[in-house]
């Protein structure tokens, strides 16, 4: 029977990098002026070294965008091809002290606890890397995970537009390497979305980024904001006087609750959540 490759969220060097751009995100906005993350983004990940390299082929995978099923499969072959000229030793122990400093300087669990955009991209990547660069071989999953990296590829995709924010002008000062990892991850969430943010949006924005691997804060914070809103639309719906704007707006006052369901915020909670502070922003407008 052949053997199947088990994913590891901890061995995948796109994730990890994905979850140490992050933790560089976290440790700016709590005033951390000697971020380990920083440190080791730069030591680790840099184009000198077996991990920055293949980081990189991660990156080529999870970012190209082509509209041919047939030029995506080439795409995969040529990035498969250049990892297999990686050293795979030097990686492993690479990847080893990585793995090492996160657990001396971060609360380990939390590290890995973010969930993950394209998830299950990135673990095609990890399972096709080892498939193809190790004696482990199942036909299946390598058929699959060839296949998904396929359908991620020729996606349509649409780019967010390049919106700044005061939250994003904050970190105009900071070190350059630092600075771009921190707007790519807040303008993808946000400011693709929203032109202006009012303070409750900005708070919003600082309390996602700052416990994105504490999810019981942000689940606590995420409640108290939906009674928030439900209680200062509750007292600005007397001043409608449209009937079928009432109505709407009695309807959406129901629906918050919906916001708070689960123990782990879900990025579509959190968007909700900055729809229903545009909607009293805009209420806030009609009714002054």
Partial sequence: M???????KIKNTGILFELISRQITVDVMNGDDKSKSVEMLKKFFNESTELGKENQLYQVLLKENYNS????EKLVDAV???????HNKKLRTEKYNLIKEIKKNYIVEDFFRARIPNYKVYASIYKKFIVETTSIFNPTEEVDSTFSLIEHITRNKTKPKNIESKVISEFKN????????????MVDNFNGKYKKLNSMQRNLLKEYINNISNTNSLR???NTEVKKVKEILTKILPKVDDDITKIKLTEAIKQA??????????????VSLMRYYELIKELHNVTA
């Fill in 2 to 8: 052949a053997q199947r490759v088990k994913h590891s």
């Fill in 174 to 185: 900071e070190d350059k390497d630092l600075r771009l990892l921190s707007y790519q991850l």
């Fill in 80 to 86: 498969v091809k250049a990892r297999q000229k990686l």
């Fill in 220 to 222: 606590e914070f995420i």
């Fill in 69 to 72: 099923s047939h030029k995506a």
């Fill in 257 to 270: 609750s919906s916001i708070k369901k689960g123990k782990i915020v879900k990025d579509k909670q959190v």
